[in-house]
T-cell receptor
């Protein structure tokens, strides 16, 4: 079932600017992951944050998780044209299930 | 490592025919494989969960007789779209969960674009 909701649905920024995308979910989660998808291509795993973590960094990516608000944000710093893609959050509930529930995604366009 | 392939990457077929899509984990064994469907500019919707050697578990609203899933080995799952219709045209993506791996060891295939004429 669809759970995550990203906002904005579309984001257009200039190269060098930071891009922030948000994701909200409705039920309890075990982990939250962010994925990237180039147009018409498969998914690339970016970063995972566990329910007991609040913030995580990976290169130019920064993810936060607020379980009280059931929300997460993905920040891409110093964006590049190559960051142009759709970004999805996905949650799993744990309890032995690896099923992922994806959000609707944010389409990011980075203008050179 | 951790590569998942899908074949074919793109297929065009006539209405009424059946199409088989393969999902393979190339360098690891997968206890579980998942099949997703994605409409243009939309998110991924889980269709079914496939466990090696057992029947697939389908999500609500997904016809099991329409979308046949076979998970014959720890490295191969197939999705067959039977009697395809134009509304089945979509992007189908599989993912494979590594045996005894954590949730982040679920790897996605590159997708198969199906166009039914």
């Amino acid at each position: 079932s669809q759970q995550g909701e990203e906002d904005p649905q579309a984001l257009s920024i200039q190269e060098g600017e930071n891009a922030t995308m948000n994701c909200s979910y409705k039920t309890s989660i075990n982990n939250l992951q962010w994925y990237r998808q180039n147009s018409g291509r498969g998914l690339v795993h970016l970063i995972l944050i566990r329910s007991n973590e609040r913030e995580k960094h990976s290169g130019r990516l920064r993810v936060t998780l607020d379980t009280s608000k059931k929300s997460s944000s993905l920040l891409i710093t110093a964006s590049r044209a190559a960051d142009t893609a759709s970004y999805f959050c996905a949650t799993d509930s744990g309890a032995g299930s690896y099923q992922l529930t994806f959000g609707k995604g944010t389409k990011l366009s980075v203008i050179p | 490592g951790a590569v998942v392939s899908q074949h074919p990457s793109r297929v065009i077929c006539k209405s009424g025919t059946s199409v088989k899509i393969e999902c393979r984990s190339l360098d690891f064994q997968a206890t579980t494989m998942f099949w997703y469907r994605q409409f243009p500019k939309k998110s991924l919707m889980l269709m079914a969960t496939s466990n090696e050697g057992s029947k697939a578990t389908y999500e609500q609203g997904v016809e099991k007789d329409k979308f046949l899933i076979n998970h014959a080995s720890l490295t191969l799952s197939t999705l067959t779209v039977t009697s395809a219709h134009p509304e089945d045209s979509s992007f189908y993506i599989c993912s494979a969960q590594k045996v005894a791996g954590a949730v982040e060891t679920q790897y996605f295939g590159p997708g198969t674009r199906l166009l039914v004429l």
